[in-house]
């Protein structure tokens, strides 16, 4: 099982980054699929979750408005588009995948290695 995310960088508050989540090992189209993030010293925050094929979404309030999750199910990659970047939106973000309301909770079956974002 890989999930291997990408695009993480150091940008400008203001700008915008797409990270990306590449999967394997496991039946993608089966598992929701979710972004998490963490601050060195704080607990994991759950960011986005995108359900398996209808596409349901969920935000964490922080980011609502200017993050979006997307899934393409036939290259089993999903993605977080982060608009309108702050300095608080500075962490390692990570790729998950599980069922809905384990990724709600801040639990799932398997986790990517992490992609680290910071926003000056």
């Known amino acids: 099982v890989q999930l291997v995310e990408s695009g993480g960088g150091s940008v400008q508050a203001g700008r915008s980054l797409r990270l990306s989540c590449a999967v394997s090992g496991f039946s993608y189209s089966r598992r929701c699929m979710g972004w998490f993030r963490q601050v060195p010293g704080k607990e994991r925050e759950g960011v986005a979750t995108v359900t398996t094929r209808d596409g349901f979404t969920r935000y964490v309030d922080s980011v609502k408005g200017r993050f979006t999750i997307s899934r393409d199910n036939a290259k089993n990659t999903v993605y977080l588009q982060m608009n309108s970047l702050r300095p608080e939106d500075t962490a390692m973000y990570y790729c998950?995948?599980?069922?809905?309301?384990?990724?709600?909770?801040?639990?799932?079956?398997?986790w990517g290695q992490g992609t680290q974002v910071t926003v000056s």
């Open positions: 998950a995948a599980g069922d809905f309301d384990s990724l709600v909770r801040g639990t799932a079956d398997y």
